[in-house]
């Protein structure tokens, strides 16, 4: 297949992909679109979390791996990387449309972050909030963005590949990292 047309084609589909996440990811919170279900999904929030930082560590390879100059292993750490990725969207929009949301310092797992409960935490509260904002808004904005890079180097559009990759890289591997340690501030909260 000529290369043009191959991009135009990947372009389409990373379109499409972005809206339909971003429609799946602003809809899963809403009650009246939670799923009931008698399989319990509770066991979720750490392998969706693990899935992130296994990409985390795929993005750290690849970066090695290019900076060696070695194109095969590079291409196959951002493979492993877009993989986990994919498998962590799907655990986690499995999760939130089938559980109600964990909220930090909870402590009595009523949903609510009651004004002691605030007190309690403290300023953690707020480290994790910007943590947590950061990183979902993020997930939300470079989805697109990580897919046009994938698709400049699957179309041998090396220059431009690298270009948008320089900033395109460290902003999903913030979004890697920064998913893990968010689940390890709420894992206090979840019930057990």
């Not at 297949?1 to 084609?9: G, P, Y």
């Not at 939670?34 to 899935?51: A, E, N, W």
């Not at 095969?72 to 499995?94: D, E, K, T």
């Not at 989805?143 to 948008?164: E, S």
Request: hydrophobic share 55%; charged share 15%.
């Amino acid at each position: 297949m000529d290369q043009k047309v191959l991009a135009k084609r990947m372009n389409i589909a990373t379109w499409v992909i972005s809206v339909l996440v971003l429609l799946l990811v602003g809809i899963m919170r809403r009650p009246e679109f939670k799923i009931h279900t008698d399989i319990d999904f509770s066991f979720l929030p750490p392998f969706h979390s693990t899935l992130n930082a296994l990409a985390a560590l795929a993005l750290i390879a690849a970066l090695y791996f290019i900076k060696q100059k070695n194109m095969i292993a590079h291409r196959n750490s951002i493979y492993a990387a877009l993989v986990f990725s994919a498998l962590f969207l799907l655990s986690y929009v499995v999760y939130h449309f089938t559980n109600e949301a964990v909220r930090f310092g909870d402590t009595n797992f009523d949903g609510i972050v009651d004004e002691a409960e605030k007190l309690a935490v403290g300023g953690t509260r707020t480290i994790y909030l910007i943590l947590l904002i950061s990183h979902v808004t993020l997930a939300g904005v470079i989805l697109p963005f990580i897919l046009i890079t994938f698709t400049r180097a699957v179309t041998q559009q090396f220059d431009r590949h690298k270009k948008m990759a320089r900033w395109v890289y460290p902003l999903w591997l913030y979004v890697a990292i920064t998913g893990p340690i968010c689940y390890l501030m709420l894992k206090p909260y979840y019930p057990v």
